[in-house]
């Protein structure tokens, strides 16, 4: 067990899960007393049926004044103003997220607005703007990756001033989040696979880099044997319920797991390579988890090397002699991306070069590189990695995750 | 199957906690925090810790006397009642509980009062936020602080809402316990977190659980490895002690967290029930009914407890089949270590702790009422193997 000299460790929503854990919302609610939520989503949500089912399950013991479907994949401030409009004039008293990050980003921005019974977000920015509780919030994840519905942040985008506003605050944790597998049902295998693999990369960082402390790790460690027992089931039969439960508990796991832990340069370039090429983040962190681990393996060696146990199980950690299980457990998540790759019918891509665009055009070009390198140096989860970085490193890990061949050991400047 | 999890508290832990108490407060609202300091920590002088850690935050604090032990005392409720007076008159707007039980219990008490009206201490049910409410473990009843759970004027009460909003746990507030309250604190701590993981269905629960179980392997191994005794070097047994006390004051209060969920903690009720009748102390009871409470239920995670409960390398030794039965041996094992290490005065068994059949079954009632456990069969056939120590298939 690694014990730091100090940690922190807070995760204070209420994880409500199970096969109909949507129908638990009204109690949920009325135990705060109110019954007049907003639901907010988004149209691909909506469009799903995603909207429907919440609201079915949550019958007629509440009034619902207002659905709100268009919310843009990266909410700006003018959504939020509207939306804390629609709130006011409809006397709504709590808010029911229904999506992914940007509808519970924005859900957030909402809330802040209505509980402090003001119009300019920009007055409750940074860390600890935020001085008594907000008004009730559930999240119902419908992505089973992001974790966001356990996250204390919040970041909204300033469209008109070209700026991106955070939000970190306990008070930004929703009040519930409701686990129900029927939210990720339909969900496509290789979304699935991607989805899930941005929950194994939370995971896997936040249990190897430095900000790690021992319930972050457990966290860790159960959403990692979550996601190793379920995800190829799932993928093999989508109707797998149980599994789906599993995977969306683990994507949860691993968003209490990191955001008590922190990430490191696999976000980092992950953040990257999205925000550059418009690859969805899960791709960009199945690809680079690897890379991310080989990276740091002689600073983190002995930490990559206890992951072998619920990565690969008992009987290949016992098989693999001490000295080779760190390399072994990168190896094995090489190797199952490979599997998803199969499983997918290919659409699971194991190197940035395979990833095709709708159009069936490459999504990330060589020569996109050297500004995902420059990019991912600004970006905040350097920080926390356990080696150091400059823009060489993340260039020669973005060439290497580019080709899809292993990281040259030898060239990693040992700090 | 449906499960729900919640713990409201923030935990900081480790080398000068207490200094960030003030940015924690600020970051609730708070700026004048009341302190509700129990017996030991005022003989202890504790608060002079918390007043430097305060200097230079431009806050002030208010400090009570001690707490009176019994929250169903006359004693207790004028505590309470003159607390609640100054805390109005003088705009205190949080809450701090330094100690343990009883400093917990009346910052609960008071916090209701102060953010409910007095009148709620007699309500069934408290649904809205209260005031912030810190609470500073000294010893390893910690987990008495971190539940939902109150008792004011021998009226129970229990709420999230009553669930501290931050735990801090620092080495300069420890009152260290003495070797037989470590070892039976271990014990108990093991014990909880060893059921929750093997059976709770609910994974957040079974991470806090398998943390508290590595905190408390690791305080036992300390603990027996330099005998029941510990060293004879007065320095080098402090030391040791103060290690052992802080390890088991943060599974104490993960405990605590995980004694607030909705599903009753088995060995935990049987312990109370048993171990309140004085003839064995609440951790050994518990461990001792532990293998039969976890061959008492289907469980897929209790080999994996096998891995908490060793080595990453000795359980991976051990065919999967073979691991729940392992995790069972080790618990087990803990007992017949105790017997000897105490020529034979720490029972591995309840009929070596004096029990009959007759005796517990007189218990029974008391324990369903008293815990929700609602499988009376269930409850005999643990109490009857735990009697004899005998495993559940034989």
Same mark, same amino acid.
């Given at each position: 067990m690694h014990m730091p000299a100090y940690y922190e460790f807070c995760c204070k929503v209420n994880i409500v899960a199970g096969p109909d854990a949507l129908s638990q919302i009204p109690s949920l609610l009325a135990a705060k007393g109110v019954f007049r939520p907003m639901i907010l989503t988004d149209k691909g949500v909506a469009g799903a049926g995603l909207t429907d089912i919440v609201t079915q399950a949550i019958g007629d013991t509440l009034t619902i004044p207002a659905v709100e479907d268009d919310i843009p994949p990266d909410s700006d401030v003018r959504v939020v103003n509207r939306l804390a409009g629609v709130y006011?004039?409809?006397?709504?008293?709590?808010?029911?997220?229904?999506?992914?990050?940007?509808?519970?980003?924005?859900?957030?921005?909402?809330?802040?607005?209505?509980?402090?019974?003001?119009?300019?977000?920009?007055?409750?920015?940074?860390?600890?703007?935020?001085?008594?509780?907000?008004?009730?919030?559930?999240?119902?994840?419908?992505?089973?990756?992001?974790?966001?519905?356990?996250?204390?942040?919040?970041?909204?985008?300033?469209?008109?001033?070209?700026?991106?506003?955070?939000?970190?605050?306990?008070?930004?944790?929703?009040?519930?989040?409701?686990?129900?597998?029927?939210?990720?049902?339909t969900l496509p295998p290789h979304i699935t696979s991607a989805t899930a693999m941005d929950a194994m990369a939370h995971a896997v960082e936040a249990y190897t880099m430095l900000a790690k402390n021992p319930l972050s790790d457990a966290h860790a460690v159960e959403a990692i044997t979550l996601i190793r027992d379920h995800l190829l089931p799932v993928i093999a039969d989508p109707?797998?319920?149980?599994?789906?439960?599993?995977?969306?508990?683990?994507?949860?796991?691993?968003?209490?797991?990191?955001?008590?832990a922190m990430v490191a340069m696999v976000h980092a370039l992950g953040h990257s390579v999205g925000s550059i090429c418009h690859v969805p983040h899960g791709t960009c962190m199945a690809i680079l988890l690897p890379y991310g681990l080989e990276y740091n393996l002689h600073k983190v060696e002995d930490r990559i090397a206890h992951l072998l146990l619920p990565l690969a199980g008992p009987d290949v950690f016992a098989r693999t002699p001490e000295k080779d299980r760190a390399s072994a457990a990168i190896e094995w998540i090489r190797a199952f991306n490979r599997k998803l790759n199969q499983a997918t019918d290919k659409k699971h891509p194991t190197c940035l070069k395979d990833i095709i665009g709708q159009d069936g055009s490459p999504r990330v070009l060589r020569s996109d590189l050297p500004r995902i390198a420059r990019t991912a140096l600004g970006d905040g989860a350097v920080f926390y990695n356990p080696e150091d970085l400059d823009y060489q490193d993340l260039l020669m890990v973005a060439e290497a995750a580019w080709e899809g061949i292993p990281l040259d050991l030898s060239k990693i400047k040992k700090g | 199957m449906l499960f729900s999890f919640l713990c409201p508290a923030k935990t900081c832990a480790g080398v000068n906690a207490l200094d960030h108490l003030a940015f924690e407060l600020d970051a609730m609202g708070a700026s004048k925090p009341m302190v509700i300091q129990d017996k030991a920590s005022h003989d202890a002088g504790l608060t002079k810790k918390l007043k430097q850690a305060f200097s230079g935050s431009g806050m002030t604090m208010g400090i009570s006397g001690p707490a009176p032990e019994?929250?169903?005392?006359?004693? #207790?409720?004028?505590?309470?009642?003159?607390?609640?007076?100054?805390?109005?008159?003088?705009?205190?707007?949080?809450?701090? @509980?330094?100690?343990?039980?009883? &400093? &917990?219990?009346a910052a609960k008490a008071l916090n209701i009062a102060v953010s409910l009206g007095p009148e709620a201490l007699t309500s069934k049910e408290i649904f809205q936020p209260l005031a912030p409410l810190v609470f500073l473990p000294t010893g390893t009843d910690a987990y008495d602080g971190t539940t939902r759970v109150t008792q004011f004027n021998g009226h129970p009460l229990s709420s999230p809402h009553l669930s501290p909003d931050l735990v801090m746990i620092d080495p300069r507030l420890m009152l260290t316990d003495d070797r037989n309250l470590l070892l039976d604190r271990a014990l108990t701590c093991l014990a909880a977190g060893c059921e929750i993981f093997a059976l709770s269905p609910a994974p957040p629960a079974r991470a806090y659980a398998a943390t508290i179980v590595c905190l408390a392997r690791s305080a036992l191994a300390s603990l027996l490895a330099s005998g029941l005794k510990g060293p004879d070097n007065l320095k080098a047994a402090a030391?040791?002690?103060?290690?052992?006390?802080?390890?088991?004051?943060?599974?104490?209060?993960? %405990?605590?967290?995980?004694?607030?969920?909705? #599903?009753?903690?088995?060995?935990? @009720?049987?312990?109370?029930?048993?171990?309140?009748?004085?003839?064995?102390?609440?951790?050994?009871?518990?461990?001792?009914? +532990?293998? &039969?409470?976890?061959?008492?239920?289907?469980? %897929?995670?209790?080999?994996?407890?096998?891995?908490?409960?060793?080595?990453?390398?000795?359980? @991976? !030794?051990?065919? #999967?089949?073979?691991?729940?039965? @392992? &995790?069972?041996?080790?618990?087990?094992?803990?007992?017949? %270590?105790?017997?000897?290490? !105490?020529?034979?005065? +720490?029972?591995?068994? +309840?009929?070596?702790?004096?029990?009959?059949?007759?005796?517990?079954?007189?218990?029974?009632?008391?324990?369903?009422?008293?815990?929700? +456990?609602?499988?009376?069969?269930?409850?005999?056939?643990?109490?009857?193997?735990?009697?004899?120590?005998?495993?559940?298939?034989?």
């Open positions: 006011r004039e409809k006397g709504c008293n709590a808010i029911i997220a229904v999506g992914g990050g940007s509808v519970l980003d924005t859900a957030k921005g909402v809330n802040i607005l209505v509980s402090e019974n003001a119009d300019d977000l920009m007055a409750f920015t940074g860390a600890g703007a935020l001085k008594r509780p907000l008004r009730p919030l559930i999240a119902v994840p419908t992505t089973a990756g992001t974790g966001s519905e356990v996250t204390l942040v919040a970041v909204i985008a300033d469209h008109d001033n070209s700026r991106k506003m955070l939000f970190s605050s306990d008070f930004l944790l929703p009040d519930a989040a409701i686990i129900d597998p029927r939210m990720t049902a109707g797998n319920t149980r599994g789906r439960l599993a995977l969306a508990c683990a994507a949860t796991m691993a968003g209490i797991a990191f955001s008590n | 019994d929250p169903d005392s006359q004693a #207790a409720a004028m505590f309470v009642r003159s607390l609640y007076d100054c805390f109005q008159e003088k705009g205190y707007d949080a809450l701090v @509980a330094l100690g343990g039980k009883a &400093a &917990a219990q030391r040791e002690n103060a290690r052992i006390h802080n390890t088991l004051v943060q599974a104490s209060v993960m %405990t605590g967290y995980l004694m607030s969920q909705d #599903a009753p903690i088995v060995s935990l @009720a049987l312990g109370r029930a048993i171990a309140g009748r004085g003839r064995a102390p609440l951790g050994q009871i518990m461990v001792i009914v +532990l293998p &039969a409470v976890l061959e008492s239920r289907p469980s %897929t995670a209790l080999g994996d407890l096998y891995l908490h409960l060793s080595t990453p390398d000795a359980f @991976a !030794s051990v065919p #999967a089949s073979q691991q729940p039965l @392992a &995790a069972v041996y080790e618990i087990r094992n803990i007992t017949h %270590t105790l017997f000897s290490l !105490s020529h034979g005065l +720490l029972p591995r068994t +309840l009929g070596e702790a004096g029990w009959s059949m007759d005796a517990l079954e007189s218990l029974r009632d008391d324990i369903k009422n008293a815990f929700g +456990l609602t499988d009376p069969k269930t409850l005999t056939r643990i109490m009857a193997r735990a009697l004899d120590g005998r495993p559940m298939g034989n």
